[in-house]
């Protein structure tokens, strides 16, 4: 007989499915497990009816134990429920095969059922209230799979609700689940209803999950019995103790009941840890949990911290292998040939000293072109091998920036030959031999609960931005790693939430390389464009009919078009209209004046506005030039077939020279030979802006032939875009994005506030209902739910629902509305956007504000044009479309009318069109045709030389006629006497410069004749460079990042100046870094600074 089978009296369906997983423990633990899932999920229903507890249609089943965490049953209840949903969930999802965890399953269940049953009825016959284990079966049990499990949940629905029903109705005419106090309490006791124990089982599936087996008692010792704990003859009993294969303790955790703050288990933890130091000659590291939440303190090594799973034993034999071997990371030595740069080594060691101070996050800005991958590998291997991370995760948003920071010329593959990499794709999910793991944010998102928390030491995030906070952050979250982020945007331009993200202040990340000090750096470290400023009439004012020429007329009106009609903006152009003529200019002007590598265009990228655009450029341009056989361009966009293999080739081939792009080159490819940027389209993001140009900055020796450098590179703007940025240097700024589903439920919170302020009972109950299912719906595995699931919880109390005060809804806004973007709406989005057009018309109409409510029914109606009526979808609301294209379709409008289009229309709003009516294709003669250079902005230091400083330099090279002489004057070698008294010789009669007037312009003393020589020849700018770059890479592993950084001022300051005053070295912006100069900044190395740059020295009069 099952040990269910005293359900039948009441529950025979729950009855049966406790039969049926009792059959397949011994011959299917998966399929029990499923069954009881299946049993966990029924009877919580009828256990919130007897509580009299409503839960939304689309609450899971683990809202609904944390609402009994709410109630005051017995806590182990809950407790119970959630052992069964884990387990589970294992099942449903993983093909768990495990005996005992399903006869845990089927024994939480029955003590649940046994509990609930006398609390129903007040039936005590069932007692003695025993689970007794099922023998095997001897008949063979059908096979029970995943599948099956859904299509019977789907099978018993209705009798489900109906037995749910009946508890309601039981519950009204009793006096509900209440028995007598002493009844109750021989139950909970004999049925062993233990808080504590329920509470050590749930931790126990967490530590298993870890790897941690519960039943070895080698590695898991429970209830560890300690002896003088804090004072003598006084015992210590530690909850867990987890050791590893050599008989240390490597862990102590400390749990609490689950209603408890973890943290207040944390110093009973450490008591324990000092304990466990004492008796075995190792600290563990402490993990203090309620069952829900766990925090790990490494105390002798960093702080305390909130985490979401427990170690296994190999993260924590790795932790304590980096206790005993790692070094100092401010004493690496960085590979100087993987990032030998002075910026590039600065930055490491910022990130270096932050790490070694105790954080755990960083963010490295450097313009496009600088160097990130390359400074982050280095970074990575100086982690590597100072013994500070053994397994590295590079991060980036697009396959082919993972694939090429694994495997391209820069790439980890090339400096880190010896390390095994691995490129992430799902598939292989089960791979833990790597070092480096390479993914994109899409597919980690679906994979990184696969990975133990302490897997990874570090994690890369390639171009870090909003997204990342937006999309992934999960991913950030769940790993207990150190992590840096990347990025090319501007520090202007990078938003609040992503300097959060990495532990940063606003404006200030951990270390920041512009591209204007790129430019002005001696040398360049990046190219600089020209600009040809491109356009026509057309790219300048748009296609009007109205603008046009007679000619221009007569064409369109050839071409059979209502004049009328052709009226077009600028921004409309690629987008409803088109005209090849101009862009045959575009091409035309490409090739005409474009820089050529060779006998061809060199490697150009054009920026078009649409995938159409890009396709009418590609077809024209064959068109125009067919003798390249269609070889010279590529397509290169979102949709297009082998774009990968496309990319490669464009990147390493002759052919194709012309990459033809929407979006997807904007940032990140790495290309040094391109030489051409065609801005075919507008662009009002600086950021964008920024990322485009970055595309041709990176410098490539040799292009044209053996010391034949990259000089420059041109940016044909066809859509006057520099002009833009020069009256609006920031560009478009735009407000942070909050995503649809954010957007709705704030929207329906002001409704809410509206509808109560006019005693709207009825539609206040909709509008709660809705909001209730927002917040029911919030992913209970997502991290950020995690950690405000306090908050959630305290939200859903019916008390505060059923008051709905001011505060409580301004708190729904404020606290609950910004957790709302983590609930997955792709699939729904276009559904949701409807929502918010419907609730913002609503919103103006109660409001009575009829500007505004004019606009959005306005921008409604565009998007209900775009609808395609006539596909089957639309058969039966066709004439309501139709009639809501018409002023006259939004008159008499009421809440009931306008919900009733929202729930008719929401579903189809996903079957639009991408524009409104046809696109046109013209072809009419384009006029004013522009084509001139103009000012790019930045230029490098010491091209606009005033002119009397080019006279003296002239007349000086001229006079002296020595270039030896002056080679070494400018490199800062020391001159003989023979040499010196040359120099001197010069300044005679038939010289128009004395030596006073020379003195006297630049501020250097008349004895000092070198000094002054040097003020107009200048510092030879490589030499100088090397000298510094050498001195760095001699001593960076005993500097920090300061003297670094001091040292690329110094070395700036002698090249700007052409030498430099020892005195200036004592005043700003020396000072700005310690109180006492470079004096204070280098210490003991401060004379070895001085001995670098005297040979610059210049004596200035004082």
Same mark, same amino acid.
């Given at each position: ?535 026509t009439d057309f790219l300048r004012k748009g296609i009007k009919y109205s603008q046009m020429t007679e000619e221009q007329r007569r064409q369109v009106d050839e071409e059979g078009y209502d004049g009328n009609e052709i009226e077009f903006s600028k921004d409309a152009l690629e987008k409803k209209i088109t005209n090849k003529d101009t862009n045959k200019f575009i091409l035309k002007t490409l090739m005409d004046n474009g820089i050529k590598v060779g006998d061809y265009l060199g490697k150009t990228i054009i920026f078009a506005k649409t995938k159409g655009h890009a396709n009418l450029l590609d077809s024209l341009f064959n068109e125009m030039y067919p003798q390249y056989k269609g070889k010279m361009t590529a397509l290169i966009y979102s ?43 507008p662009i009002y993001s600086k950021v964008k802006f920024w990322q485009m140009i970055g595309r041709g900055t990176r410098r490539c020796d040799n292009l044209f032939g053996d010391g034949l450098d990259k000089q420059e590179f041109a940016i044909f703007d066809c859509y006057k875009n520099f002009e833009f940025f020069e009256m609006n240097p920031k560009g478009f700024v735009p407000k942070p994005q909050k995503t649809s589903m954010q957007v709705r439920f704030e929207l329906m919170c002001k409704l809410l506030e509206i509808y109560k302020s006019k005693r709207q009972a009825n539609i206040c109950d909709e509008f709660i209902g809705k909001l209730k299912r927002d917040i029911l719906d919030l992913p209970s595995e997502s991290i950020e ?95 309501? +479309?139709? %009639?809501?294209? #018409?002023? *006259?379709?939004?008159? =008499?409008?009421?809440? &009931?009318?306008?919900?009733? !289009? ?89 010289? +128009?410069? %004395?030596?006073? #007037?020379? *003195?006297?312009?630049? =501020?250097?003393?008349? &004895?000092?004749?070198?000094? !002054? ?90």
């Open positions: 007989m099952s040990n269910f089978t005293f359900l039948n009296k009441k529950w025979p369906n729950i009855a049966k499915l406790g039969n049926q997983a009792e059959k397949y423990l011994h011959s299917d633990s998966n399929a029990s497990m499923l069954k009881m899932r299946m049993f966990g999920e029924q009877i919580i229903d009828y256990l919130l009816a007897a509580l009299k507890i409503e839960v939304d249609r689309f609450a899971t089943q683990d809202d609904k134990i944390k609402r009994l965490r709410n109630t005051k049953i017995n806590q182990s209840i809950p407790d119970l429920f959630d052992i069964v949903r884990r387990y589970g969930n294992k099942a449903n999802h993983e093909g768990y095969e495990n005996k005992k965890d399903a006869l845990d399953c089927l024994v939480s269940m029955y003590k649940i059922s046994a509990w609930f049953y006398i609390l129903v009825t007040k039936d005590t016959s069932i007692k003695p209230l025993t689970y007794k284990v099922p023998k095997p079966t001897v008949t063979k049990v059908p096979v029970y799979n995943i599948e099956d499990y859904s299509k019977e949940k789907e099978e018993i629905k209705e009798e489900h609700i109906m037995e749910v029903n009946s508890v309601k109705e039981e519950i009204k005419t009793s006096t509900g689940i209440k028995i007598d106090d002493k009844v109750e309490k021989e139950v909970e006791e004999t049925l062993n209803l233990n808080e504590a124990e329920t509470r050590k089982k749930l931790i126990d599936i967490m530590l298993n999950d870890a790897g941690w087996d519960i039943n070895n008692k080698e590695l898991v010792k429970l209830e560890l019995p300690l002896e003088n704990h804090k004072e003598a003859d006084k015992k210590g009993y530690a909850d867990y103790v987890l050791f590893n294969n050599k008989g240390k303790p490597v862990a102590v955790v400390e749990a609490k009941k689950t209603s408890v703050d973890p943290v207040i288990g944390r110093q009973q933890a450490v008591e324990y840890a000092n304990t466990i130091e004492r008796d075995y000659g190792v600290r563990p590291i402490v993990f203090y949990t309620n069952g829900y939440e766990i925090y790990m303190w490494d105390d002798k090594f960093s702080q305390p911290r909130q985490i979401w799973g427990f170690y296994t034993l190999e993260d924590l034999d790795e932790l304590f292998f980096k206790h005993k071997y790692k070094q100092d990371l401010n004493k690496v030595q960085i590979d100087k040939d993987i990032a030998g740069r002075p910026y590039q080594i600065e930055g490491i060691k910022r990130v270096y000293e932050k790490y070694s101070n105790g954080y755990r996050k960083a963010l490295l800005v450097m313009a496009t072109g600088t160097g990130k991958t390359r400074t982050v590998i280095a970074l990575t291997k100086g982690m590597m091998e100072a013994n500070c991370a053994k397994r590295v995760l590079f991060l980036a948003d697009r396959d082919e920036l993972v694939k090429q920071a694994k495997e391209d010329k820069n790439s980890f593959k090339t400096f880190m030959p010896e390390q095994i990499s691995c490129r992430f794709t799902g598939k292989n999910s089960d791979n833990r031999e790597a070092t480096l793991y390479f993914s994109t944010y899409q597919t980690m998102i679906n994979y990184y609960s696969k990975f133990s928390v302490g897997f990874f030491d570090l994690i890369i995030c390639d171009e870090s931005h909003r997204s990342i906070y937006k999309t992934y952050r999960d991913i950030l979250e769940y790993f207990d790693s150190h992590i840096i982020g990347l990025t090319a945007t501007p520090v202007d331009f990078i938003e609040r939430n992503t300097f959060d993200l990495f532990n940063c202040d606003t404006e200030d990340p951990t270390f920041n390389f512009s591209v204007d000090e790129a430019w002005s750096h001696i040398p360049p470290y990046l190219i600089e464009p020209r600009v040809i400023d491109s356009t949709g297009i077939k082998d774009k990968d293999i496309l990319i490669e080739k464009f990147k390493t081939e002759e052919f194709p020279r012309i990459a033809i792009s929407v979006d997807l080159l904007d940032t990140g490819i790495d290309v040094p030979e391109i030489v051409n940027l065609v801005f075919a389209k739910i995690k950690k405000n699931r306090k908050r959630i919880e305290q939200v859903k109390k019916e008390e505060y629902w059923s008051h709905l005060s001011e505060d409580f809804i301004k708190k729904l806004k404020l606290e609950i509305a910004p957790l709302i973007q983590w609930i997955e709406s792709k699939e729904n989005s276009d559904a949701i956007a409807f929502d918010n057009s419907i609730y913002r018309i609503l919103q103006s109409f109660e409001n009575d504000d009829k500007d505004s409510m004019v606009k959005v029914i306005n921008d409604t109606m565009e998007k209900l044009a775009r609808l395609k009526l006539n596909i089957n979808q639309f058969d039966g609301k066709r004439e309501l +479309v139709k %009639s809501l294209l #018409e002023p *006259s379709g939004w008159e =008499n409008l009421s809440y &009931e009318k306008l919900e009733k !289009i929202r729930i008719d229309l929401k579903d189809l709003m996903k079957h639009k069109g991408s524009t409104i009516g046809p696109f046109i294709v013209m072809d009419i003669k384009d006029t004013s045709g522009v084509i001139k250079e103009i000012s790019a902005g930045s230029v490098l230091y010491g091209a606009n030389m005033e002119p009397y400083e080019k006279r003296v330099k002239t007349a000086i090279e001229d006079k002296l006629k020595d270039q030896i002489l002056i080679h070494k004057i400018r490199k800062g070698e020391k001159l003989s006497e023979t040499e010196i008294e040359g120099i001197y010789s010069i300044f005679g009669e038939d010289f +128009v410069y %004395s030596i006073d #007037e020379l *003195s006297s312009k630049t =501020n250097i003393d008349k &004895e000092d004749i070198v000094g !002054i020589i040097r003020k107009f020849v200048g510092v030879d700018e490589i030499e100088l460079n090397k000298m510094f770059e050498e001195f760095i890479q001699k001593h960076h592993n005993k500097m920090n990042a300061t003297q670094i950084k001091t040292l690329e001022i110094i070395k700036n300051d002698v090249g700007k100046n052409k030498g430099i005053s020892f005195a200036a070295l004592f005043g700003p912006p020396y000072t700005s870094f310690n109180p006492n100069g470079v004096d204070g900044i280098f210490g003991r190395m401060a004379d070895e600074v001085f001995d670098l740059i005297a040979p610059f020295k210049a004596i200035y009069i004082s």
